[in-house]
């Protein structure tokens, strides 16, 4: 009995903990549009995978059972002559080859349709997305080992806390200062990378107020851990009340503080800024915040201007009868 008991016991504490992490799984019941067609796409290619599975798992048994040893139908089904069965090789080959071209198709598709890159055309299914509403730009770096978001419209920055109103898209431009990173927030989109010196992009929304997890969903090193934030969707008038605790900071990121704030650290708290340097996402991006240091952009403008010269001094060697080795020696031919 007290065997039973305890058995019991154990079934209900495994089914509790079971339902109390079904709330957890956020995946399958998201609060942004963007997510949820994400997690049909799961659903829809784990049942067309298991339309497979279940059946050769249910056969694997019922063989076993059905010719185990001693068993009379072994003896009555034993055929030590057969080799083919077209019933059965059409069965083998057309039912995998069939979820295969179902799950390319869905797969080509929804590839396209959820490109992270591309903006939203709804808000939600069954609800279209006004042509008058402009998308909330976010600017993100990914800093060892936080956050940094700029707003620049409202002109404000935060540090491991990002709002937006509901309903609302959301276009986010990502780049990080030095490690390659992925910023993952379950709730309203798929992860996306971020990595010094590129720029990615990820068009969301988030359809229901609440409190998200944010998260580093690539391991960049002993701060990893520790590397989440808050994301708030909020009403309009929530959202606005946001920003104005934001500008209430009285803090300003320039370049300077942008440069002490990168440096690495462990679980920072939420940080706010008033105003931000206008020109400091470019410049994280081209990495260029030191003073005096030349920007990417501008090192491969003038790269590749040499290269269009060296190209017309080569033509101009060639036509010529004459042969140039370098830069310089275009630059000079151009010139004569």
């Known amino acids: 009995m007290r ?46 995978m298991l339309l497979i599975i279940v059946p050769v798992i249910f056969l694997i048994f019922l063989f076993a059972w059905r010719y185990r040893q001693g068993s009379q139908r072994a003896e009555t089904d034993y055929a030590p002559d057969w080799d083919h069965s077209t019933k059965l090789e059409l069965v083998i080959w057309a039912a995998p080859l069939m979820i295969i071209i179902a799950l390319g198709a869905l797969t080509w598709i929804t590839t396209h349709k959820l490109d992270p890159y591309r903006p939203l055309d709804r808000i939600s299914a069954g609800k279209s997305l006004p042509a008058d509403v402009k998308p909330l730009e976010v600017q993100v770096v990914s800093l060892d080992w ?92 929530g959202f606005a009340q946001w920003v104005d605790k934001a500008r209430a900071s009285g803090q300003t990121l320039s370049r300077e503080a942008y440069l002490a704030l990168a440096k690495p650290s462990e679980r920072d708290p939420v940080a706010r800024f008033a105003s931000v340097d206008e020109s400091l996402y470019r410049r994280v991006l081209n990495l260029c915040v030191e003073e005096g240091k030349a920007c990417m952009h501008e090192v491969m403008a003038q790269d590749a201007r040499r290269n269009r010269a060296h190209a017309a001094g080569v033509a101009l060697a060639a036509a010529s009868g004459q042969s140039v080795c370098t830069a310089s020696e275009s630059f000079d031919l151009l010139n004569n």
Request: overall charge neutral; some cysteine.
């Open 146 to 237: 936080k956050w940094l978001f700029i707003l620049p419209e409202q002109g404000i920055a935060t540090v491991n806390e990002l709002a937006a109103p509901v309903d609302r898209p959301i276009r986010f431009k990502l780049t990080s200062s030095t490690t390659m990173n992925a910023f993952y927030v379950p709730d309203l989109a798929g992860m996306i990378y971020t990595m010094p010196g590129m720029q990615t992009e990820l068009n969301a929304i988030i359809n229901k107020p609440g409190v998200f997890q944010g998260m580093s969903s690539h391991y960049s090193g002993a701060g990893f851990s520790g590397m989440t934030f808050k994301f708030h969707g909020m009403s309009e008038e």
């Open 3 to 48: 065997l039973t008991a305890l058995f019991r016991g154990s079934i209900l504490l495994m089914l509790a903990s079971f339902l109390a992490g079904c709330s957890k799984l956020v995946v399958l019941n998201p609060a942004g549009d963007i997510a949820a067609q994400q997690g049909q796409l799961v659903v829809i290619a784990t049942v067309l």
